[in-house]
């Protein structure tokens, strides 16, 4: 009992070092303080995987930092718009984004009619990419060395910046 009373203490003590981290990591109070309190619970509910002569800060802050990648790799997902179109591009935008306007759309379909001129050797691996597909997964998909994808993704950003540069 003692040895648990101890490491809620510790917990409890270490209340002021998260929120200065999660100020650090979200840039927002609401958010940090909400990060502190998932950090806190994650923590004591997991006493049982801290050995008891390691660096508690450091564990601690560990846990915070995932939690963190966590939560904003999920708002990410959440946050991604798939245009299901035969050309396949991932709009990474909020879905209640009220700026979308008649020339961004102009600007958008202009570009994938650019794409759409590429050799499919390029196109379809940067379409994927873009899709949201990882290096490997292409590869695979593709039956192409990983290093031959991202070359040709690679590529094909350069030409699309090349052509697109106007547009700045």
């Known amino acids: 009992m003692d040895s648990r009373h101890n490491f809620q203490s510790s917990v409890l003590g270490m209340q002021s070092n998260l929120m200065s981290f999660a100020m650090k990591l979200t840039l927002n109070k609401d958010k940090a303080y909400d990060l502190v ?29 995932n939690i963190f990648i966590n939560n904003y790799r999920k708002s990410s997902r959440e ?28 600007t958008c379909s202009e570009i994938t009619a650019i794409i759409q001129t590429f050799p499919e050797d390029y196109r379809e691996p940067f379409n994927m990419h873009v899709a949201g597909y990882k290096y490997e997964e292409i590869a695979e998909k593709l039956n192409m060395p990983m290093g031959t994808v991202k070359s040709r993704i690679f590529f094909t950003r350069q030409r699309l910046r090349a052509i697109l540069k106007d547009y700045r």
């Open 79 to 106: 946050n991604t718009t798939v245009d299901m179109s035969e050309d396949m591009h991932v709009i990474n935008m909020a879905s209640d984004s009220s700026d979308v306007t008649p020339e961004g759309a102009y």
């Open 37 to 65: 309190q998932d950090t806190t619970l994650k923590a004591l509910n997991n006493e049982e995987k801290f050995t008891e002569n390691a660096n508690f800060k450091g564990w601690m802050l560990t846990i915070m930092r």
